[in-house]
């Protein structure tokens, strides 16, 4: 008799699916400076705590296994499906995969790696040339990249929360905000009244929703 594969212990699986998406992460941001390793870096750190206890050691669901067996009592709580969670709190049943969370993890993981790699694109355009980079997606926000890595880490976590990466998002997300700034201070210092002016036309992070559907040409004089 053939029993159930293991649904936790594939260590070698956490290992590649995690250099897989530190590898996307490192092909399309390329860093070059102290700076781009340290948020490479941070969000290397979250993915591997994600695929350790999404394919290694679910340790989130053992400490939670007690709850969850009480508050749904159908649900194996050490179970792989059950490390969704998502779909269990909210009373979905049938493939997690497919719950309103998971498919929109996809949305925002996919977003996320076109704007790391467009954003690159751009920016070293614009190095390359000794200008300031205004068009493609900073034609809309000022730090692309790092809304990028943001929209990653919320998608896998929506995908797949865990105690240790929900303590760490929150972390990553004041450590890029910092890192933003300290980046503003050299570029107006670079720039001076061309980057204030475009700093003062452009948001941070939050695009202005009008302008997603404009096209802006041509660089910031």
């Keep these: 008799m053939v029993g159930d594969p293991p649904a936790y212990g594939l260590w070698f699986l956490a290992l590649v699916n995690a250099g897989i998406f530190i590898l996307f992460a490192l092909s399309f941001f390329k860093p070059a400076t102290a700076r781009d390793w340290r948020s490479l870096g941070a969000f290397s750190a979250f993915i591997v705590a994600l695929f ?5 050691f679910p340790l989130t669901l053992y400490l939670l296994a007690g709850w969850l067996g009480n508050r749904f009592p159908g649900l194996d709580p050490l179970s792989h499906d059950a490390g969704h969670i998502w779909p269990a709190l909210f009373g979905w049943s049938g493939d997690p995969h497919r719950n309103p969370f998971h498919l929109l993890s996809y949305v925002l993981i996919g977003a996320g ?3 790391i790699a467009s954003g690159w694109r751009v920016l070293h355009e614009a190095q390359r040339a000794g200008a300031l980079a205004t068009t493609g997606p900073y034609a809309h926000v000022r730090h692309p990249q790092y809304v990028g890595f943001v929209l990653v880490l919320i998608g896998f ?6 105690l240790v990466t929900g303590v760490m998002l929150p972390i990553l997300l004041v450590m890029y905000w910092r890192l933003a700034k300290q980046e503003e201070r050299e570029i107006e210092t670079a720039f001076g009244d061309q980057y204030r002016r475009y700093a003062s036309d452009v948001p941070a992070f939050l695009p202005r929703l009008g302008r997603l559907f404009k096209t802006k040409e041509g660089q910031i004089e």
Excluded: D, I
């Excluded at 350790?52 to 290694?56: A, F």
């Design 113 to 115: 790696f076109w704007l």
């Design 52 to 56: 350790v206890e999404m394919y290694g």
């Design 157 to 162: 976590f929506l995908q797949w929360p865990t």
